[in-house]
């Protein structure tokens, strides 16, 4: 097993200037879905530290740049288990495409909540590889804008008005409040109580504020009957009913996007919006744009389908010979380009009302 390396010189001056939430607690966490703890990359015993004297920056050193490393990938240490999905370089060069699609998809818009030209605070939760902050921190040199993950996976260099933090943003929000825009993009799957988060948002958005969630509903639909009825015929059928069994079994819902509305209604927000998209599963679209939108989600598709395969629900349920078979047979479906399948994109935003008091 590798051993973990201290960060690099260049890593230590970002733990100086960025305020990063302290991961003291990541090695007392379970890790829920992994079998051990041998499973982490490391040098050190946690529980023979002694974390009070040897004070934050160690702490930090020790549990958030730890990785854990399963059937070939790195997955991130701080709340070990929490996020399925792993945060090495393949995993972050999916998330930058899907990021790629986004733009494509509309025209190269970043969100559509109205919050003028010169807001002063924004944040995004799940942040991921951080390059929709970065985006939006260019865009708005008047704002501040604060990246969340459980992955200190963010470049170094970025805008001056952008920081990242690492935290997990279903805890109590320590980063601040009365925020123009609270921002989540392709988290709503991974998350446990959708409800409280958005209370949360609510909580710390300023009076006019607004909240945007933009996520796929995952599910494949068919307009002219050439996707086959079945998972037999067609796997991805199977591979996305597969998901929701495996996000289910870590107790969340890959179909919440649909759902929203009357979420954030009972949180308090008003002026409630939702724009639909359809997104092509594939390159079957003759129009050119669309085309290329269908290409980037097939391939973060066929990218994500080992990735899931490869997280403990699936691996107690299926032999490597068995993932390996359906992971080719599903690439092969998803680049059949006489069947005419896309998935619904859902952006749904609404604003806390401009008086300080819920109506």
């Known amino acids: 097993m590798a051993t973990a390396r201290p960060p690099s010189a260049a890593q230590q001056t970002q733990l100086d200037n960025v305020n990063r939430q302290p991961a003291i607690e990541a090695a007392d966490h379970a890790a829920e879905g992994f079998d ?7 040098d050190f015993d946690p529980e023979e530290m ?3 004297s040897l004070g934050e920056s160690v702490s930090l050193t020790s549990s958030i740049y730890q990785h854990c490393y399963r059937h070939g990938r790195r997955y991130h240490m701080y709340r ?13 060069n999916r998330e930058d495409m899907k990021h790629a699609m986004m733009l494509e998809m509309l025209n190269g818009k970043l969100f559509f909540a109205p919050i003028g030209e010169h807001p002063q605070k924004i944040i995004d ?13 260019a865009q708005f040199p008047s704002a501040e804008v604060m990246g969340v993950d459980l992955s200190p996976i963010q470049p170094l260099w970025v805008p001056p008005n952008v920081r990242f933090y690492v935290d997990d943003i279903e805890d109590e929000w320590l980063n601040g409040s009365n ?3 609270v921002h989540a993009r392709h988290v709503l799957p991974f998350l446990k109580d959708v409800p409280g988060l958005l209370r949360r948002a609510y909580e710390h958005l300023k009076p006019g504020g607004w909240v945007e969630m933009q996520d796929l509903d995952h599910m494949a639909f068919c307009d002219d009957g050439t996707m086959p009825p079945t998972k037999e015929e067609y796997p991805v059928l199977e591979f996305l009913d597969m998901m929701g069994w495996t996000w289910g079994k870590l107790g969340t819902d890959v179909r919440i996007a649909p759902k929203l509305g009357d979420m954030l209604r009972e949180a308090g927000f008003v002026n409630v919006r939702c724009k639909v998209y359809k997104v092509p599963l594939g390159v079957w679209p003759e129009n050119p744009a669309l085309r290329l939108v269908g290409l980037y989600l097939r391939m973060v598709v066929e990218m994500v389908v080992p990735a899931m395969y490869s997280t403990p629900p699936c691996t107690t349920k299926w032999s490597d010979i068995q993932r390996e078979v359906f992971v080719a047979n599903c690439r092969s479906a998803l680049k059949d380009t006489s069947i005419h399948s896309y998935m619904m994109h859902y952006f749904w935003y609404a604003q806390k009302p401009p008086a300080s008091g819920r109506k």
């Open 179 to 181: 925020y123009d825009l």
């Open 125 to 137: 939760l799940g942040t991921g590889t951080g390059i929709w902050a970065i985006e939006v921190g």
């Open 50 to 52: 002694d974390m009070e």
């Open 80 to 92: 070990l288990g929490r996020y399925p999905l792993p945060n090495d370089d393949d995993e972050q």
């Open 36 to 42: 051990t703890l041998e499973d982490v990359d490391r």
